[in-house]
């Protein structure tokens, strides 16, 4: 019998998911407003440390295929927002110090 799909499983898959230039995970950076989990499928709102970051097409596809890679899951869509907008007060305690921060 397949596990139940829970927005914790999706939080700890996306912590798999890295910005380029940062050494540390979309979760932890803070870049995850909102995960949603109906059924199979999976909504999650997220940000980038600026609306401009090039790599933002990237993370939001890397996010999307370490979704998809939990069993369960059917359809996932990441929308990426900027209100409000990214702050480094948004950074994880173990972020902050694994970045000397």
Excluded: H
């Excluded at 798999?16 to 709102?45: A, R, S």
């Excluded at 097409?57 to 990441?78: H, L, M, S, T």
């Amino acid at each position: 019998m397949a596990e139940e799909l829970t927005t914790e499983a999706i939080y700890e898959s996306l912590k798999t998911v890295f910005d380029p230039e940062i050494p540390v995970n979309v979760v932890d950076l803070g870049l995850i407003y909102d995960v949603q989990v109906t059924k199979g499928d999976v909504y999650v709102q997220m940000t980038l440390t600026f609306p401009g970051c090039g790599m933002g097409p990237f993370i939001a596809q890397q996010a999307e295929w370490a979704i998809q890679d939990i069993e369960g899951v059917e359809d996932v869509e990441i929308e990426l927002v900027f209100d409000p907008p990214w702050s480094p007060d948004l950074i994880s305690e173990e972020a902050r110090s694994q970045l000397g921060i």
